[in-house]
């Protein structure tokens, strides 16, 4: 079985998305977990709906680790709650994982909506990147599946890292286990992070995190975040 661990807080616009391309996939032995964080809006009605199980949630990173701790599953996937899921996503990913012997693995990402220029970075700047590294400086983004006993090892994500605690787990985990960047399926993202908050600023964010790490240790706070502030603005 796969346990989809998904933090929210109040996602109530992107939320039924994910859960939609989750559940159309043909694929069934999954379980849904939704980590939620005291959402206000209809987040966890929308969960409720779809069959997931509901906990308590905090950050991120917290969140996912509320989570795992109610998942039946051998293997875990946490999602952020923005993605979406392409048709054939656990068949694709599940005969990948088990053909390269992976004990941890992230995606390949791609917008849903923008232009070529925009749909073109993602690739430039993490996509091709983050496969071309991922055997000295593993990244892994808005998805990463993982098998629990190397999840347990790690003792899960690190609760005091406010940005960039999923990078910083995969390395952690790829330091027990095999790590690798699956080939054969990309993830949808919406672009909110950058429209929020802005393209420069944001990828400025990442960049100061990544030079944080690349000590092998923890990213430094040495920016802001902020957790379920994205439904300001029209859904992309």
Same mark, same amino acid.
């Given at each position: ?24 996939? %043909? ?85 849903? *909506?923008?232009? %070529?220029?925009? *749909? ?39 609760? %005091?890292? *406010? ?22 399926? *990309? ?44 439904? %300001?603005?029209?859904?992309?």
């Amino acid at each position: 079985m796969i346990s989809i661990i998904i933090p929210t807080l109040n996602e109530e616009k992107y939320l039924s998305g994910l859960l939609e391309s989750i559940k159309s996939q %043909k694929y069934k032995d999954i379980e849904i977990i939704v980590a939620d964080n005291g959402s206000s809006d209809k987040t966890k009605d929308i969960a409720k709906n779809y069959g997931c199980k509901i906990t308590a949630g905090g950050l991120p990173g917290r969140g996912r680790n509320l989570g795992a701790r109610i998942a039946k599953g051998e293997v875990l996937l946490f999602l952020d709650a923005d993605v979406t899921l392409p048709a054939e996503f656990f068949k694709k990913t599940v005969s990948e994982f088990e053909k390269r012997g992976l004990d941890v693995a992230s995606f390949k990402i791609v917008s849903r *909506k923008g232009n %070529k220029l925009i *749909k073109g970075s993602f690739d430039a700047l993490y996509n091709w990147p983050s496969t071309l590294l991922q055997d000295v400086l593993p990244h892994g983004a808005m998805g990463i599946m993982v098998k629990r006993k190397i999840f347990d090892k790690v003792g899960g994500f690190d609760e %005091k890292i *406010k940005l960039a605690e999923d990078h910083y787990f995969v390395r952690q985990a790829s330091e027990i286990g095999k790590f690798g960047i699956i080939s054969s399926v *990309k993830i949808f993202t919406s672009l909110r992070r950058f429209r929020q908050d802005g393209y420069v600023r944001t990828l400025y964010k990442y960049f100061l995190a990544e030079i944080s790490m690349l000590s092998g240790k923890p990213p430094k706070p040495i920016v802001e975040y902020k957790f379920g502030h994205y439904g %300001k603005k029209k859904k992309d």
